[in-house]
C-alpha cells in the first residue's frame, strides 16, 4: 500500500494558476494560516465549509509527518462591528469577543481540532503600528493628515495574485476617499470618527485597516515568508492581495506566501449566502438539525475549490452516509471479542488494499476529498460484508483503517461518554443482572458479566451475592 508520509502532495496555487508538488520551506515543517471571521455576528455553514476544508488539510499534512502551526485569525476589529456595537450601544471589543467565544464554539462542536492559534487582531496593536511606520518610512505608505495609505504605484508586481493589473484597479474604489494618490490605494491606519474605538500612534488616535492586521500577525509568528496561506475565493482581492503588498513592501522578501489555497463559496438553493436574503444557516442551528458528521461528510463531497450547493437533499444524503459509516463501524467493533482468532494471520485483503491507496492518492491530488470519499465508501462495503462472515484479524484490520482513514477526514469521530453516562450505564447494568439472579437467570446474568468484561469493566460476584462494578484501567 502507499506510505502517505514519503507519497508526493501536489497543490493548486493560486500565485501561479498551476499545480505544483507540496514542498515546505523547512522540511518537515508546515507553517499554515487561515483568514478567520470579521465577529460581528454568528457564523454560518459558508464559514464552516472553509474552515472544515483548512482543518482536513492540516489532518492530512499530519498524517503524512509535518509538524504544523496552523493560525486562524479573528478580525475583532472592523467597521461591521463598530457599527453594530454602536446601534446597541455596546462596546465593540466586548461585542466581538462574545462572537469570537461562540465561533470557538462552532470550530469544537464541528471537530476543527487542527489550529494551533486563533490570533485576535486587538491582541496585535504594537505590531500593527510598528509595520504601518515601516511602510511610511520605506515609501510605501502616506498619511493624509491622521490616514494613512498604501501607494499601489511604489509596488509594480501588485495585482500578482489576483493576475489584475494596475491600470484596471481605477474601478476598484476600496476606499472612497479622494485625496488618495491612486483610486485603488487601501488604507492602512484609520483615523478616529467621533465615538469610535481607537489607540494611540504617530499619526493621531484610530484603528488598523483590515489588510493590515493579518500581515501584522504573520510576520510576528512566521516571519517575512511561510508555507501555506488560505481563505476563502472572494478574499483573494483586494484582502490578500494587500496582504502580499504590505509583507514584501516592508520586508523585501517575496512570496509572502509559496502556496495560495482558496475555498469556494457555499450557495443555497442557487444564491449565495447573505444576511439581506435571510438565508443564512447559523452553524449550531444546523448542528441541532443535521448533525456534525453529516455536514462533513456534505463539505467532503465537494472539492475545497469548488462551490457547494447547500440543500436538503444533499444534507439528507450526507446525513444517510454519516450513519451508515458510524453504524458499520460500530457493528464490527462489536466483532472484536466474538469471532474467533485465527492462529495464523492472513493477508490484508487486496480489494482493501487498493481502496486505502485510491483514497491516499486522492488526497494527494490538491486535498481530492470527493475522490478519497468514494475511496472510504468502499472501505465501509468491506466492513458491511465482513459482518457476515467475520474473520477477527480483517475485522481488526478493517476497523483500523475506518477509523484512520474517518479521522482524517473527520466523518468518523469517537464519541466519548460523559463520566456520568458510563456511570448510569453501569448501574442499569447493576439492576439487571441482579435481576436476573434473582430468578435464577443466571445463563443470561453470565453473558451480560461476559459482555461488560470485554468492554473493559471488572465484575465481581461476591459470595453474598453483592454486584460490585468498577472500571478498569
Request: with cysteine.
Amino acid at each position: 500500500m502507499i506510505d502517505p508520509t514519503v507519497s508526493k502532495l501536489q497543490v493548486y496555487n493560486t500565485l501561479t494558476r498551476s499545480v505544483q508538488e507540496f514542498n515546505p520551506l523547512r522540511p518537515g515543517r508546515v507553517n499554515m494560516f487561515v483568514c478567520g471571521p470579521t465577529v460581528w455576528d454568528s457564523s454560518h455553514v459558508g464559514h464552516a465549509k472553509t474552515y472544515v476544508a483548512y482543518d482536513i488539510m492540516a489532518r492530512y499534512l499530519r498524517r503524512k509527518g509535518y509538524s504544523i502551526f496552523f493560525i486562524l485569525n479573528i478580525t475583532d476589529i472592523d467597521d461591521k462591528i463598530i457599527n453594530r456595537a454602536k446601534s446597541e450601544g455596546r462596546d465593540p471589543l466586548k461585542l466581538a469577543d462574545k462572537y469570537a467565544q461562540d465561533f470557538y464554539r462552532d470550530m469544537k462542536d464541528l471537530g476543527v481540532d487542527t489550529v494551533n492559534l486563533y490570533a485576535k487582531a486587538s491582541d496585535h496593536i504594537p505590531e500593527i503600528i510598528g509595520q504601518v511606520q515601516g511602510l511610511i518610512d520605506n515609501g510605501f505608505g502616506y498619511r493624509v493628515e491622521g490616514d494613512v495609505y498604501f501607494d499601489i504605484s511604489k509596488f509594480p508586481s501588485y495585482g500578482k495574485l489576483s493576475k489584475l493589473r494596475l491600470d484596471e484597479l481605477t474601478v476598484h474604489r476600496i476606499d472612497p476617499d479622494p485625496r488618495k494618490r491612486n483610486p485603488g490605494d487601501f488604507v492602512l491606519w484609520k483615523s478616529q470618527k467621533p465615538g469610535e474605538i481607537s489607540w494611540d500612534s504617530p499619526w493621531g488616535r484610530g484603528r488598523p485597516g483590515w489588510h493590515i492586521e493579518d500581515t501584522a500577525i504573520t510576520l510576528t509568528y512566521f516571519g517575512p515568508t511561510y508555507d501555506l496561506h488560505g481563505g476563502g475565493n472572494e478574499l483573494i482581492f483586494p484582502h490578500h492581495e494587500a496582504e502580499v503588498a504590505q509583507a514584501e513592501a516592508l520586508t523585501g522578501k517575496s512570496p509572502l506566501a509559496k502556496y495560495w489555497l482558496h475555498t469556494g463559496l457555499l450557495n443555497i438553493s442557487g444564491r449565495e449566502m447573505h444576511k439581506s436574503l435571510g438565508n443564512i444557516v447559523p452553524i449550531q442551528e444546523a448542528l441541532r438539525t443535521d448533525g456534525k458528521d453529516a455536514l462533513r461528510v456534505l463539505y467532503a463531497s465537494t472539492h475545497y475549490r469548488s462551490p457547494l450547493e447547500f440543500t436538503p437533499e444533499a444534507l439528507e444524503q450526507a446525513g444517510s452516509l454519516a450513519r451508515r459509516f458510524r453504524r458499520a463501524y460500530e457493528q464490527l467493533d462489536l466483532l472484536i471479542f466474538e469471532t474467533p482468532r485465527t492462529i495464523k494471520e492472513p493477508p490484508v485483503p487486496r480489494e482493501l488494499g487498493v481502496a486505502v491507496d485510491e483514497f491516499f492518492k486522492s488526497m494527494d491530488d490538491d486535498f481530492n476529498t470527493p475522490a478519497a470519499l468514494t475511496a472510504y465508501i468502499k472501505i465501509v462495503a468491506m466492513a458491511e460484508d465482513e459482518l457476515r462472515h467475520p474473520e477477527q484479524f480483517r475485522v481488526r484490520t478493517i476497523l483500523n483503517v475506518l477509523s484512520e482513514l474517518g479521522g482524517i477526514l473527520g466523518v468518523l469521530e469517537p464519541k466519548v461518554a460523559s463520566q456520568e453516562k458510563v456511570s448510569q450505564l453501569a448501574n442499569l447494568l447493576f439492576e439487571l443482572r441482579n435481576e436476573l439472579r434473582a430468578k435464577r437467570d443466571y445463563s443470561t446474568a453470565d453473558r451480560i458479566r461476559d459482555r461488560m468484561v470485554k468492554m473493559g469493566f471488572v465484575v465481581e460476584d461476591p459470595i453474598q451475592d453483592e454486584l460490585k462494578v468498577k472500571r478498569s484501567s
